[in-house]
């Protein structure tokens, strides 16, 4: 019977738990590879975004004054409205026949809080949806000023968007607008994300 506590025994003991202990290392370094590359994704992910901050780019040359352009994208679709001189004219006055007319309700970024709600005061680039039930809105002809009107509530708009008093239901407020610029004769659109 060999003794337990023996030269070799006591070296053999030594050489496997030093074994096991880099086992362990090799084991915990396969568990955390995950954990690491997911700090190393969000960074990736982030410049992507970043990189792809735009999600559609369209010349202005293609949008007509007084007519509605659509533009799809994965969030579903955005108009651009290219604006007459009276739409311009209408809009330049800060009417009170508007249920918000500074936009302070609306959505929309903030640098584009003004009488235009857009980057360029000849394009208003909008989500054409109302918020109350996502009724799709329609152009007018019926007028200069209540440009906009949708089925569901019939809630009326001019060309900025901006919901007028007494239409539509109580809780409506003006069309949301997506991050937008106007460069170089491109619009570039950003990624829109609603009020929840």
């Not at 074994?19 to 997911?38: C, D, E, N, Q, R």
């Not at 019939?154 to 003006?174: E, V």
């Amino acid at each position: 019977m060999s003794n337990i506590s023996s030269p070799a025994s006591l070296k053999r003991r030594h050489v496997l738990s030093g074994l096991m202990k880099l086992l362990g290392l090799i084991g915990l370094a396969f568990l955390s590879v995950p954990f690491i590359s997911s700090f190393s994704s969000n960074e990736i992910d982030e410049k992507q975004r970043a990189s792809s901050a735009w999600v559609i780019d369209h010349p202005v040359a293609d949008f007509t004054p007084g007519k509605v352009t659509v533009l799809n994208w994965s969030g579903g679709v955005v108009w651009v409205y290219a604006r007459t001189k009276n739409n311009i004219l209408w809009l330049n006055k800060n009417d009170v026949e508007l249920r918000d007319a500074l936009s302070k309700q609306s959505d929309q970024p903030e640098q584009m809080r003004n009488n235009f709600r857009s980057a360029s005061e000849k394009y208003f680039v909008f989500i054409p949806r109302e918020n109350k039930k996502g009724c799709q809105v329609r152009l007018s002809d019926a007028s200069e000023k209540e440009l906009f009107t949708e089925p569901c509530f019939s809630a009326k708009y001019d060309a900025a968007g901006r919901i007028f008093k007494n239409s539509g239901h109580q809780d409506q407020i003006n069309l949301s607008i997506p991050e937008h610029v106007v460069e170089d004769g491109i619009l570039k659109v950003g990624i829109w994300m609603p009020k929840i």
